[in-house]
């Protein structure tokens, strides 16, 4: 039986197939975005496993195009479940942030609730 979560989300997930790279130290592994929000993002357990723990820090490197957008997420593994990996972010540069601020734009189609969920970031 797969372990569930109470869904407590105020941000929009945005399913998004991107190359992502997660790093902590000196270990690397690939892995596939599932979705992402203005606070984490849900991966798949690449093959052969990974090795981190609830509480790791990390970065998630989410390659947007083959040119040079980047978003770089330094993250916190929040929770491991069934096949998914959950992480919650913890800073972000400004140039990443414009890039996940126009990714989520892009998919929610609507002014208002990209306000309202920058309203909820920034007053949380």
């Known amino acids: 039986m ?3 979560i109470p869904e407590r989300r105020r941000f929009t997930r945005i399913h998004f197939d991107a190359r992502c790279i997660l790093r902590r130290g000196a270990d690397e592994w690939d892995v596939r ?4 929000c203005f606070k984490g993002a849900l991966t798949e357990i690449p093959e052969g496993g990974i090795d981190l723990a609830v509480g790791d820090a990390a970065e998630l490197m989410i390659q947007l195009d083959p040119e040079e957008a980047v978003i770089d997420m330094p993250v916190v593994l929040n929770h ?13 540069d ?31």
Do not use: C
Request: charge should be negative.
């Open 33 to 36: 975005l599932a979705d992402i």
């Open 94 to 124: 400004i140039s990443s942030m414009t890039h996940l601020r126009r990714l989520v734009e892009l998919n929610l189609g609507d002014p208002d609730l990209l306000e309202r969920e920058l309203d909820h970031l920034y007053h949380d």
């Open 80 to 92: 491991k479940i069934g096949n998914y990996l959950g992480f919650q972010l913890q800073r972000i």
């Open 2 to 4: 797969t372990e569930q």
